[in-house]
């Protein structure tokens, strides 16, 4: 849900550049603004001690990242970086809060945001703890299809086996071999080493 960006800047908000694979904060910060994107992604990921990566989630334009963590007043339980070059809005905590205390519109709608993506998280989470790797991989390329303003039409995945495995909580040997299996049932398409589903 975004905010209105004419009422972030009356408030104070800052535009900010952020390029490609440039971090926006790291895990264990303490979170002093909101976040907003007016154009570009941004990846919410942590990193276990054996060095593996696992994608939280992927935002893109209009969309707030982070805020659960503002909103609570508790350290970042996850890094977050650009993969691709972002414009965000950036408003400090102060501020944040002074606006959900004065418009509780916006702070209803937030709260129905936050409880969708705590819901979407529940459902990602059971996907990949009780999920063979064909059903992980699906579930994952139909969010993205669902995201689409057509989802009738075939989206060429704009991620790595290695981003993919990485969302889906995979190996990327996994993630190879079953997407070469799930071309084979005609699942998914795979041309030119890039994945149509």
Do not use: W
């Not at 900010?16 to 440039?22: A, F, Q, R, S």
């Amino acid at each position: 849900m975004p905010i209105d960006r004419m009422l972030l800047e009356s408030e104070g908000a800052i535009v900010k550049k952020y390029i490609k694979g440039e971090i926006i904060f790291l895990e264990g910060n303490e979170p002093r603004c909101y976040y907003q994107i007016i154009s570009g992604e941004v990846k919410m990921f942590c990193i276990n001690s054996d060095g593996k990566e696992f994608t939280q989630g992927i935002f893109s334009d209009a969309c707030c990242f982070g805020e659960v963590p503002l909103i609570l007043n508790l350290p970042y339980p996850a890094s977050a970086m650009a993969t691709r070059d972002t414009f965000l809005l950036k408003l400090s905590s102060d501020s944040f809060t002074r606006l959900l205390n004065t418009n509780h519109q916006i702070a209803l709608e937030l709260l129905q945001a936050i409880s969708q993506k705590a819901y979407n998280k529940a459902v990602t989470l059971r996907e990949v703890v009780n999920n063979p790797p064909e059903t992980r991989i699906l579930s994952f390329l139909d969010s993205l299809k669902a995201k689409q303003e057509n989802p009738n039409e075939q989206l060429l995945v704009p991620f790595t086996r290695q981003e993919i495995a990485n969302y889906t909580g995979l190996r990327v040997e996994t993630v190879i071999r079953t997407l070469l299996r799930m071309k084979k049932q005609k699942k998914v398409d795979i041309i030119d080493h890039k994945l149509y589903y």
